[in-house]
């Protein structure tokens, strides 16, 4: 069974920066979309990053984070990653990886079979 770890997570000041990782267990990572999600409290979980597996190299944003924030993948480590520079009060939330297999990069939660325990990003004013 496929396992998803995250980790980077904590406390920075606004402007600064962290990057997570989420690291799977499974032989399918590079066949999967892997995605970021994050959920504050009281709010839905909403997409936040997704890069799509294989080579087809297709990386999607949500608008709220373009220019901030950067997905990568390394397949040798099975290993995503969320670049997340000049953070904000606002991006303060429980941030999730999620795996998609065969999936092409998709925005929508529902679309993703595998989560991971979720990592907290707290940034302070």
């Known amino acids: 069974q496929v396992q998803l770890v995250e980790s980077g997570g904590g406390l920075v000041q606004a402007g600064g920066s962290l990057r997570l990782s989420c690291t799977t267990s499974?032989?399918?990572?590079?066949?999967?979309?892997m995605g970021w999600f994050r959920q504050a409290p009281g709010k839905e979980r909403e997409f936040v990053a997704t890069?799509?597996?294989?080579?087809?190299?297709?990386?999607y944003y949500a608008d709220s984070v373009k220019g901030r924030f950067t997905i990568s993948r390394d397949n040798a480590k099975n290993t995503v990653y969320l670049q997340m520079n000049s953070l904000k009060p606002e991006d303060t939330a429980v941030y999730y990886c999620a795996a998609n297999l065969y999936g092409t990069g998709s925005m929508n939660k529902y679309d993703y079979d595998t989560w991971g325990q979720g990592t907290q990003v707290t940034v302070s004013s």
């Open positions: 890069i799509a597996g294989w080579s087809i190299g297709r990386i």
């Open positions: 499974g032989r399918t990572f590079s066949s999967s979309a």
